[in-house]
């Protein structure tokens, strides 16, 4: 199994610019999320998904998006990039259920000029 | 709001002693909480669970223990070696009857041991 998967591992972008950080996991977990670290904070929610076709919103959900269509996948888009967005973005992945520990990708380091 | 609280000055111990870390917070119930690792680059990887209702949980040479009186949570890693070294994260669980279990990160303590 390669478990969760991000790409790119980097990207520079301009202010104003768009684009999605891909995510995808191949352990059929029903939970996935997306966090932001940013350094001295905590990793930070955006948006998680319980299921295909279901998403909410985190902590932290202003401009970005997310989709579920497949189990699979779970891209977050930028809609248009600001400085604020600088972070190094963390998709996870979990089974369903409360208690269960996240299995997280090795991250997409971001930075917006 | 909740607050969640490590150290965030670099713990440096020798090699084979006992490295302890904390984690406290505040204005939280947590049901539960959970200690990752993270190393440099790379995403963080869980390592222990416990609930609100245990005390104290061990695998291997980790050992975590939970006070919610206290609202305080100790790692223990014993005998450490220079592998040890990394940023561990304490995450709190949400409180019981809850949806999606929303963790609230704590920003992570930095250990390097020395050979």
């Known amino acids: 199994n390669a478990g969760v998967t991000q790409t790119p591992k980097f990207q520079v972008l301009k202010t104003g610019q768009s684009m999605t950080l891909q995510c995808a996991q191949d352990?059929?977990?029903?939970?996935m999320s997306w966090y932001r670290q940013d350094p001295g904070m905590g990793l930070r929610l955006i948006h998680y998904?319980?299921?295909?076709?279901?998403?909410d919103q985190g902590e932290v959900p202003n401009g970005y998006n997310v989709s579920r269509s497949t189990t699979e996948d779970f891209p977050l888009r930028l809609l248009s990039a600001a400085p604020s967005q600088t972070s190094v973005y963390f998709c996870a992945s979990s089974y369903g259920g409360r208690v269960r520990e996240q299995y997280f990708g090795p991250g997409t380091r971001l930075t917006v000029t | 709001s909740q607050k969640i609280e490590q150290n965030s000055e670099a713990l440096n111990i020798q090699e084979g002693k006992t490295a302890t870390l904390t984690c406290n917070y505040t204005?939280?119930?947590?049901?539960?909480l959970q200690w990752y690792r993270q190393d440099p680059g790379r995403g963080p990887v869980f390592l222990l669970l416990?609930?609100?209702?245990?005390k104290e949980k061990r695998k291997e040479r980790l050992k975590v223990t939970f006070d919610t009186t206290l609202k305080q949570s100790l790692f223990h890693i014993t005998a450490s070696q220079p592998a040890d070294s990394a940023t561990y994260l304490c995450?709190?669980?949400?409180?019981?009857?809850?949806?999606?279990?929303?963790?609230?990160f704590g920003t992570g303590t930095r250990l390097l041991v020395s050979p």
């Open positions: 995450a709190l669980g949400p409180p019981a009857n809850t949806g999606f279990q929303k963790l609230v």
């Open positions: 998904s319980v299921g295909a076709g279901i998403t």
């Open positions: 416990i609930r609100e209702n245990e």
């Open positions: 204005n939280y119930s947590p049901a539960y």
């Open positions: 352990m059929n977990h029903e939970y």
